[in-house]
């Protein structure tokens, strides 16, 4: 079984640094603590609504994106590699 909240961190903190940005600035730009940030990201604290919205703001990502694979839909995940 994976852990959710592992998984959305992987999948953020890629995103961010693939965005170019640090932990830090994404703070800072979201008004998320860093120390909540932090946690989060590395699967310590649960991903709520409100931060997966405020983490895609602060990236420049729609909220799905920060998503981990396993709330892909089926139809959708076929559909990535085409």
């Given at each position: 079984m994976s852990n959710v909240n592992a998984d959305f961190g992987h999948k953020a903190e890629q995103i961010i640094h693939d965005k170019g940005m640090t932990k830090r600035?994404?703070?800072?730009?979201?008004?998320?603590?860093?120390?909540?940030?932090?946690?989060?990201?590395?699967?310590?604290r649960a991903v709520t609504l409100e931060f997966i919205i405020a983490l895609a703001e602060a990236v420049g990502v729609?909220?799905?994106?920060?998503?981990?694979p396993q709330f892909a839909s089926a139809e959708l995940a076929s559909k990535e590699g085409e």
């Open positions: 600035a994404v703070s800072e730009k979201s008004g998320i603590p860093y120390s909540s940030l932090n946690s989060t990201l590395k699967g310590y729609v909220p799905s994106e920060l998503l981990p």
